[in-house]
């Protein structure tokens, strides 16, 4: 069965610092694989995802995260942390039969000015 | 719409009674999914649909919750006589098609307390 692992449920960082968010999946075949941020009472809203066209993706809002199967790893950057990147962040695999996305814990950053 | 909708926003109920949320999809989404959120559990899936049909309801923690879509559009979750750990966020997502990389767009979920 797939699964995903974030490490740290909460990470802060001070304005202008490297935001590093983790994320290790177990799958055995290729994923689809996803970071999605949640803003307080707000539903989730996708800041990219891979899909096996480049190992570097880039997303929204100046998020990036580097798929590497050799370490079974997604890890989501962004090398200047704003005040408004404060949120929590999923991390979540897709089946690749049926769709469903199976996430993480979530780690909620705080951003520290 | 403009993105996924969900009905009620929050939800008050007492021990014992039943419930019902409403999801509006984009329109022209033909895959929609439930999900749970809670302080305990994280983010579960619950049920998705492939149009009107569930071909995966693996989720769902037991008989007293079921859910259905009709006209390939609007799904009702509906969970019967709720208990306390019944208490969650309620997230509603759809997609243009099930398979392959297909965006989940989420609604801004259905807050459900029981008492």
């Known amino acids: 069965a797939q699964s995903v692992t974030q490490l740290g449920s909460h990470v802060s960082v001070s304005e202008g610092a490297l935001v590093l968010l983790r994320c290790n999946y177990s799958?055995?075949?290729?994923?689809?694989l996803f970071w999605y941020v949640q803003y307080p009472n707000q539903g989730l809203q996708l800041l990219l995802k891979?899909?096996?066209?480049?190992?570097l993706v880039k997303g929204i809002n100046g998020f990036e995260a580097e798929f590497k199967k050799s370490e079974t790893s997604f890890h989501l950057t962004k090398p200047s942390a704003h005040m408004s990147d404060a949120a929590e962040y999923f991390c979540a695999v897709r089946e690749n039969q049926g769709g469903k996305l199976i996430f993480g814990q979530g780690t909620e950053l705080s951003v520290k000015p | 719409g403009a993105g996924v909708s969900q009905s009620p926003s929050n939800k008050v109920t007492e021990k014992g009674k039943d419930v019902e949320l409403r999801c509006d999809p984009i329109s022209g989404h033909t895959a929609l999914y439930w999900y749970r959120q809670s302080l305990g559990q994280g983010l579960e899936f619950l049920i998705y649909?492939?149009?009107?049909?569930?071909?995966?309801k693996s989720g769902l923690p037991s008989d007293r919750f079921s859910a259905e879509r009709t006209g390939g559009s609007v799904s009702t979750l509906t969970i019967q006589r709720t208990q306390q750990e019944d208490s969650a966020v309620y997230l509603c997502?759809?997609?243009?098609?099930?398979?392959?990389?297909?965006?989940?767009?989420f609604g801004p979920g259905t807050r459900l307390t029981v008492l």
């Open positions: 997502a759809s997609s243009l098609r099930v398979a392959g990389h297909n965006e989940q767009f």
């Open positions: 891979y899909t096996s066209a480049a190992t």
């Open positions: 649909f492939q149009g009107n049909s569930a071909p995966d």
């Open positions: 799958s055995s075949v290729p994923p689809y």
